[in-house]
């Protein structure tokens, strides 16, 4: 399930303007500066592939990835990113809701949990929006690398996680699958490359 090869290969803001070869698609969705495009490098070996930045609010496009030569890595905006203003960000939740019911060929969202922080409503939020709309999740817990801080609530990653886990089961009848990640350690980089190969064959 290894990546020997990944492109960039466009960038949309409509869903009609991404790539119309029907290759399989991820995306990787969650709140702003929780690691996606950081987390795109990691599972593509590359550094700056997709662009990162300590600021937030750094991807504003859908981007395509085109990985193998044979499906995509989809790196999207981010929400909740508290300063943009209103208007941008129900632009931003109409847009990718398009996205996320239209693209036929999007196999499954990741959806991106920072596991430094405690549990944010807004994560919740769009765990069950995605649940209610019916479109195949898995849960990627970021920043496990990161020790426990008390500004940060003073928990472990481990902690932050299973907390998690047991809010979304107000939504869900099960737990969606999920795994722990790092992108400066690379933790869960072949679980999760492991888990889109068994995505796209089934
Ligand atoms: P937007 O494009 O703004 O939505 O953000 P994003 O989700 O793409 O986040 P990005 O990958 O740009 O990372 C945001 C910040 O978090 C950067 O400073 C990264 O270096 C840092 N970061 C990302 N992943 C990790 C991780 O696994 N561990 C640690 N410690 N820091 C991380
Ligand atoms: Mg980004």
């Not at 496990?144 to 990653?157: A, H, L, T, Y």
Request: with cysteine.
């Amino acid at each position: 399930a290894q990546v020997v090869q990944a492109d960039f290969v466009k960038s949309s803001v409509r869903t009609e303007d991404c790539p119309s070869d029907g290759l399989p698609e991820f995306a990787l969705v969650g709140r702003s500066n929780v690691g996606k495009s950081s987390l795109l490098n990691s599972l593509v070996r590359r550094k700056r592939l997709a662009l990162t930045s300590k600021k937030p609010g750094k991807t504003q496009c859908i981007n395509h990835f085109r990985v193998n030569d044979s499906w995509y890595l989809v790196d999207l905006p981010g929400y909740g990113y508290a300063s943009a203003p209103q208007e941008l960000r129900t632009d931003w939740g109409k847009f990718t809701r398009d996205y996320f019911v239209n693209r036929s060929t999007l196999v499954s969202v990741f959806l991106l949990i920072d596991a430094s922080i405690p549990a944010k409503k807004i994560d919740l939020e769009y765990a069950s929006w995605l649940g209610q709309n019916q479109i195949p999740m898995t849960l990627i817990f970021t920043k496990c690398d990161k020790r426990k801080k008390k500004k940060n609530g003073g928990k472990r990653p481990e902690e932050n996680v299973s907390d998690f886990q047991e809010l979304i089961c107000g939504f869900f009848q099960s737990v969606p699958p999920w795994i722990m990640t790092s992108s400066v350690t690379n933790q869960g980089r072949d679980e999760i490359l492991l888990h889109m190969a068994q995505l796209r064959n089934y």
